[in-house]
């Protein structure tokens, strides 16, 4: 009987990681393949309406660079079940979004509650999963692809279905109060505040801002497709429906990658064959949509979606191989991904302004292609030799080479 409850509780821990990852992207993906209702609703332009996208991503990163206090202050159980109290609200309150200013404000509300559980899940998987950090970084990362490719699968197939494409917007509440049940029924959570630890001042580390940096460029290219890849085949004269399962296709290669490539990880501490490999991949996708869109753009969506997914998942991975301790992973993690999401917050709207500005999205993809370029010199620097000394040890290393 007690190793029958240790695997429902190991099975329930599993479960619930997948339901919290579902949840952190249809706020962003359930925009993209219904802008052109919402713009011709709202009278948004191009450049106004990437802040749906980037409004949420400036909060991700600015809630956790406040990440140690957060989880001090607040505790993993009443900081996720506030977050996706957050999610389900600003879904809710999207049913009623006629105006611009409502769609604003229920993306600050939802980028709110994405941020404030991304900001509590790498601590909690270091210490939850400590002999399979890498296996749920990959369960954690495919389940949040996996949501967001859904959301633009469903979402126009909602709107259509009731003539209404707020519903398609809003129908993510649904998952997210099914996640708020299991989350505060199920024991998963430490349910007490952690103990005060001595913080590590990891801005003062440059090995941290590399991290940091990387983190930003590998979710550049994401945002970018979420939010914009189904308006540049809308342009094409695709319906929303068709341009909305490009973006879930694409997901299918996240997905996959997210799985597949830190299992490879496990074998080897070197994890820059494998970045290397997702960068090539993403590096001709780009240069297919631009080339060739029309030619072959489930191959192009293809391999962009298996170098996201494979970049986003080993750069955690490359994140916590830093770290010891779950308190560790807390203070990196908070502040990879608070710089991070910052810099690819930018990605969005600069995709919208150079669409307003050139009048197509091939600039854009030409960007990215410089973008993944220069993460393939930045994956030089991370060599796996003392890896783990190159944040927390007790000398500074601003003035140190890495």
Not at 125 to 144: D, E, H, M, N, T
Not at 202 to 216: I, M, P, S
Not at 254 to 267: K, S
Request: charge should be positive.
């Amino acid at each position: 009987m007690p190793r029958d409850k240790t695997a429902l509780r190991v099975l329930a821990q599993w479960a619930l990681l997948i339901v919290l990852g579902l949840n952190l992207r249809p706020i962003l993906s359930s925009v993209s393949p219904l802008l052109m209702e919402i713009r011709a609703a709202t009278g948004m332009s191009f450049q106004s309406s990437a802040w749906l996208t980037s409004l949420p991503v400036v909060c991700m990163g600015l809630v956790a660079l406040l990440g140690t206090r957060l989880h001090a202050g607040l505790g993993e159980r009443h900081g996720v079940a506030l977050g996706l109290a957050m999610i389900l609200g600003a879904c809710g309150w999207r049913f009623y979004g006629q105006h611009a200013e409502v769609l604003i404000a229920t993306a600050l509300l939802g980028g709110l509650g994405v941020a404030l559980i991304q900001v509590l899940v790498p601590a909690l998987i270091k210490r939850q999963f400590q002999q399979r950090v890498s296996l749920a970084l990959g369960v954690y990362s495919a389940s949040l692809m996996a949501g967001g490719g859904l959301a633009a699968l469903v979402s126009p197939l909602v709107a259509g279905h009731f003539a209404h494409w707020q519903s398609g917007l809003g129908i993510w509440l649904i998952p997210a109060a099914v996640a708020l049940t299991l989350w505060w029924r199920l024991p998963f959570a430490q349910t007490d505040q952690p103990a005060a630890s001595a913080p590590t001042r990891v801005w003062r580390k440059r090995r941290a801002w590399w991290l940091a940096l990387y983190f930003g460029l590998v979710n550049c290219g994401y945002m970018s497709m979420v939010a914009w890849l189904p308006a540049y085949y809308l342009e094409m004269d695709w319906s929303a429906t068709r341009s909305g399962s490009l973006l879930a296709f694409m997901t299918i290669f996240q997905v996959i990658a997210a799985l597949v490539m830190p299992a490879l990880a496990h074998r080897s501490h070197d994890r820059r064959p494998l970045l290397m490999i997702s960068l090539a991949a993403q590096l001709a996708g780009y240069a297919g949509l631009v080339l060739w869109p029309l030619g072959a753009p489930h191959l192009w969506v293809a391999l962009i979606g298996f170098g996201l997914g494979a970049c986003f998942a080993l750069s955690l991975i490359l994140t916590l191989d830093h770290c010891r301790k779950p308190h560790e992973a807390g203070q990196l993690g908070g502040f990879v991904q608070g710089v991070g999401f910052l810099i690819n917050a930018l990605s969005p709207w600069m995709t919208g302004w150079l669409r307003e500005l050139t009048g197509g999205f091939a600039s854009a993809w030409w960007v990215l292609v410089m973008a993944v370029c220069s993460m393939m010199l930045l994956t030089r620097l991370f060599r796996p030799a003392n890896i783990s000394q190159t944040v927390f040890a007790a000398q500074p290393t601003l003035q140190q080479p890495t």
